[in-house]
């Protein structure tokens, strides 16, 4: 099975921490958070990696030639002309991918999410995707209806929403956690650019399947701020 990390990323929410290196690089019990998602990917099957490099991307794939050297199956897509986001980084990255469902990963996410339960539950339920969410307080949230089709997307901070279909019932919001299972069809509504899967999903719910995968007893976390990074290496016994 294939899998895409996404570790282009600016990391600017990080501040200082990312002025020097790559947030991909930033480590927890001396392990790079991109070491973290190729390991947790890997160990559930999806052993066939690409990863897309932009912000200090020679560090990156230094590190991407060490994880080579120690067996993994890793291939990288270079965007170090322009940071494409998800959606067109995923495209540029097209032809890595066969004709199976693949999964998409941020490399800044820690989580004991069973990756293998997400894409067997895809597969069972024929959608063009399928994302992880879980109940958190997020700014942000997708609107899910009581099947758990992806309906819409509100920021809680502004009231902004967005509805991608026919609201005949209360949505639910949730919090999506940067894993996504992804049926290569998808490639059909895609173009070359830059924009994010979240704005592609959104437009593809009015007519497609895009599913949800609860997971809201598993750990989860983002390494998206300082605090964020700290709370992470105090849980897993590192300062």
Known sequence: MKAMIFAAGMGKRLGKITATRPKAL???????????????VASHGFADIIINVHHFADMVE???????????????SDERDQLLETGGGLYKAKCFFDDEPFL????DVISDIDLGGLYRFHKQNSALATLAVAER?????????????????????TGERIISRV????????????????????????????????????????SHRICT???????????????????????????
Do not use: C, Q
């Open 62 to 76: 230094d590190e991407i030639n060490l994880l080579v050297k120690a067996g993994f199956r890793i291939s990288v």
């Open 137 to 157: 307080n997020d700014t942000r949230a997708f609107l899910i209806d009581s099947t758990g089709l992806v309906s819409g997307w509100l920021n809680r901070k």
């Open 26 to 40: 930033v480590e927890i019990n001396g392990r790079s958070i991109l070491r973290i998602a190729v390991e947790k």
């Open 213 to 239: 995968y609860r997971h809201d007893s598993d750990f989860w976390a983002d390494i998206g701020t300082p605090g964020d990074l700290t709370a992470v290496r105090l849980r897993f016994g590192t300062r």
């Open 167 to 206: 609201e005949n019932e209360p949505f639910t919001e949730i919090a999506f956690s940067g894993i996504h299972v992804a049926d290569p069809g998808i490639f059909n509504y895609m173009h070359e650019g830059v924009y994010s899967l979240t704005a592609l999903y959104l437009d593809l719910a009015r």
């Open 104 to 107: 998409l990963y941020n490399s």
